[in-house]
C-alpha cells in the first residue's frame, strides 16, 4: 500500500481518532479509523485483486457500459430515489474552508468558532456528480447568511429532477442543472475562472480512466485563481475492489457492477499526478483507511477513501 507523503501528513484531516490498539477489541465498536495494514493483509488483497482482475471483459462490452452510462445511473435513481442519502456530517470539519468563520478573522475566540455552525461563506461553489444532494443540501442549510451560491449538475436527469424537487431546493441560492462533466468543452451556466470551490465527491470513479484528465483540467478552468477542487473517493484495496468477482473488471483497478455503473480505485499517486498535470498545487493528499464492523454477524469490513485538497495558483 502506499503511504501519504510526508507532507500531507502534517495537514492530516480529522477522520477520527478511535484507533485499535489490541486486536482482541474489534468487536467492541462499530468503527475503527487510522487502520494499519500489515504485510499479510496486503498480500491478501493483492491476491484477491489478481484473482478478479486477471482478465479484462469483452471491450465491445465495456463500450456498452462507456456509451449507456448516464442510462444505467438514471436507472439507478429511478429504482432508488434518494434512499442512498449519505451522511455528510464531515463535510464542515474537512473543509473549514467553506465556513465564513475560517474566512472572515472574527473577533471570536477558538473555543466559539469550534462550537458555532458552520455558517457557508461567501462563495460560488460546484458539486458535479451530485445525486440526489447529500451534499447540496447541507450546503444549502449551512448558507444561513444567504452570500453564497451552490451550482450542482448530474448526467442523470433523475438525480437533478430530484435535487429539484426537495423542498429545500432555493433557486435563489441554487442551480441544478444536467451535465457529463467529462465531454470536451462542456457549456457551464458560469464563466470560466469563477468558482471558489469545486466538489467531486465519489464521482471521478464513476468515469472512464481515460477521460480522467480532461475531466480534471476542464473543472480547473472554472476555478477562481486560488480556487479549491475538493476530492474524496474509493481508495486502492477498498473493501468493494476486493468484492468484485471474475468477470467484471473492464480495466485495471476499473470495475463494473451489476446494475451497469462503473467504478475505479483510486492511489495518492496518480491523483497527485492528475491533479498537479492540471497546475493546481497540492494542498493535502491523504488516506483514510477505516475498520467497519458488523458486531451481529462478527464481520469486519475494511474501506479505504482518499481525500484530496488542490488550489490553483493565483
Ligand atoms: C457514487 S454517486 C455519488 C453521488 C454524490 N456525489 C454522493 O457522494 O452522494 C456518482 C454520481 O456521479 C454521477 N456521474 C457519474 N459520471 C458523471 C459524469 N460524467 N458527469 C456528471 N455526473 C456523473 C452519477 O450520476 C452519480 O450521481
Same mark, same amino acid.
Given at each position: 500500500? @502506499? =503511504?501519504?507523503?510526508?507532507?500531507? &501528513?502534517?495537514?492530516?484531516? !480529522? *477522520?477520527?481518532?478511535?484507533?485499535? $490498539?489490541?486486536?482482541? /477489541?474489534?468487536?467492541?465498536?462499530?468503527?475503527?479509523?487510522?487502520?494499519?495494514?500489515?504485510?499479510?493483509?496486503?498480500?491478501?488483497?493483492?491476491?484477491?485483486?489478481?484473482?478478479?482482475?486477471?482478465?479484462?471483459?469483452? @471491450? =465491445?462490452?465495456?463500450?456498452?457500459? &462507456?456509451?449507456?452510462?448516464? !442510462? *444505467?445511473?438514471?436507472?439507478?435513481? $429511478?429504482?432508488?430515489? /434518494?434512499?442512498?442519502?449519505?451522511?455528510?456530517?464531515?463535510?464542515?470539519?474537512?473543509?473549514?474552508?467553506?465556513?465564513?468563520?475560517?474566512?472572515?478573522?472574527?473577533?471570536?475566540?477558538?473555543?466559539?468558532?469550534?462550537?458555532?455552525?458552520?455558517?457557508?461563506?461567501?462563495?460560488?461553489?460546484?458539486?458535479?456528480?451530485?445525486?440526489?444532494?447529500?451534499?447540496?443540501?447541507?450546503?444549502?442549510?449551512?448558507?444561513?447568511?444567504?452570500?453564497?451560491?451552490?451550482?450542482?449538475?448530474?448526467?442523470?436527469?433523475?438525480?437533478?429532477?430530484?435535487?429539484?424537487?426537495?423542498?429545500?431546493?432555493?433557486?435563489?441560492?441554487?442551480?441544478?442543472?444536467?451535465?457529463?462533466?467529462?465531454?470536451?468543452?462542456?457549456?457551464?451556466?458560469?464563466?470560466?475562472?469563477?468558482?471558489?470551490?469545486?466538489?467531486?465527491?465519489?464521482?471521478?470513479?464513476?468515469?472512464?480512466?481515460?477521460?480522467?484528465?480532461?475531466?480534471?483540467?476542464?473543472?480547473?478552468?472554472?476555478?477562481?485563481?486560488?480556487?479549491?477542487?475538493?476530492?474524496?473517493?474509493?481508495?486502492?484495496?477498498?473493501?468493494?475492489?476486493?468484492?468484485?468477482?471474475?468477470?467484471?473488471?473492464?480495466?485495471?483497478?476499473?470495475?463494473?457492477?451489476?446494475?451497469?455503473?462503473?467504478?475505479?480505485?483510486?492511489?495518492?499517486?496518480?491523483?497527485?499526478?492528475?491533479?498537479?498535470?492540471?497546475?493546481?498545487?497540492?494542498?493535502?493528499?491523504?488516506?483514510?483507511?477505516?475498520?467497519?464492523?458488523?458486531?451481529?454477524?462478527?464481520?469486519?469490513?475494511?474501506?479505504?477513501?482518499?481525500?484530496?485538497?488542490?488550489?490553483?495558483?493565483?
Amino acid at each position: 500500500m @502506499e =503511504e501519504s507523503s510526508s507532507s500531507s &501528513e502534517l495537514k492530516r484531516p !480529522q *477522520f477520527g481518532t478511535r484507533n485499535l $490498539s489490541d486486536p482482541q /477489541n474489534v468487536f467492541q465498536h462499530n468503527a475503527w479509523d487510522n487502520v494499519l495494514w500489515d504485510e499479510k493483509q496486503v498480500e491478501a488483497a493483492e491476491a484477491k485483486l489478481k484473482l478478479n482482475s486477471s482478465s479484462f471483459m469483452d @471491450e =465491445e462490452v465495456a463500450l456498452k457500459y &462507456e456509451k449507456e452510462a448516464s !442510462q *444505467f445511473w438514471d436507472t439507478f435513481y $429511478s429504482t432508488h430515489e /434518494n434512499k442512498f442519502f449519505k451522511d455528510r456530517h464531515w463535510l464542515f470539519t474537512e473543509l473549514p474552508e467553506l465556513c465564513s468563520e475560517h474566512i472572515e478573522s472574527s473577533s471570536a475566540t477558538d473555543a466559539t468558532k469550534a462550537s458555532a455552525p458552520c455558517q457557508l461563506a461567501g462563495l460560488r461553489i460546484l458539486e458535479v456528480g451530485c445525486g440526489t444532494g447529500s451534499t447540496v443540501f447541507p450546503l444549502l442549510e449551512a448558507n444561513t447568511l444567504k452570500k453564497s451560491f451552490v451550482f450542482c449538475c448530474d448526467f442523470a436527469p433523475k438525480a437533478v429532477e430530484l435535487v429539484k424537487s426537495n423542498p429545500e431546493y432555493d433557486p435563489a441560492r441554487c442551480h441544478g442543472f444536467v451535465c457529463d462533466i467529462s465531454e470536451d468543452n462542456v457549456k457551464f451556466p458560469f464563466p470560466e475562472n469563477s468558482l471558489d470551490v469545486i466538489l467531486v465527491i465519489f464521482v471521478l470513479s464513476a468515469i472512464s480512466p481515460e477521460k480522467f484528465s480532461s475531466t480534471i483540467v476542464q473543472l480547473s478552468r472554472q476555478l477562481k485563481p486560488g480556487g479549491r477542487i475538493f476530492f474524496r473517493d474509493y481508495g486502492r484495496y477498498d473493501m468493494a475492489e476486493l468484492r468484485f468477482k471474475p468477470g467484471k473488471c473492464i480495466s485495471e483497478h476499473f470495475f463494473v457492477r451489476g446494475d451497469g455503473t462503473r467504478v475505479y480505485f483510486f492511489s495518492q499517486d496518480e491523483l497527485r499526478k492528475l491533479f498537479e498535470g492540471a497546475g493546481l498545487v497540492e494542498e493535502q493528499n491523504v488516506i483514510d483507511r477505516r475498520l467497519l464492523v458488523n458486531r451481529g454477524k462478527q464481520l469486519t469490513m475494511y474501506r479505504v477513501w482518499i481525500q484530496c485538497k488542490y488550489r490553483k495558483p493565483t
